[in-house]
């Protein structure tokens, strides 16, 4: 079963706010175990992003996806980490 950590909904929309384009891959996870929850696209620049609550923790599928993935990868908890995580210094 995929659950939503209260996080997502505010890192989405700040992302979405400062020109990212993001894709929730909630259903990649049902043929992909451990699939992060992000899509983003920024600067011609792709990243996952795995949204967890303060406390959250990668499940077991999920850090085996992290350690097996070679591209960007990133646990995220606030709109701010996500936004040092794929490079954007301040937000007009």
Known sequence: MNRTDNTQNSIVSALRSAGCSVIILSQAGRST???PDLGVGYH?????????SDNGKLTEAEQRFQDTWKGSYFVVRTPSEAFEAIGIKEVH
């Open 33 to 35: 175990p451990g699939c």
């Open 44 to 52: 011609g620049k792709n990243y996952f992003l795995e949204c967890k």
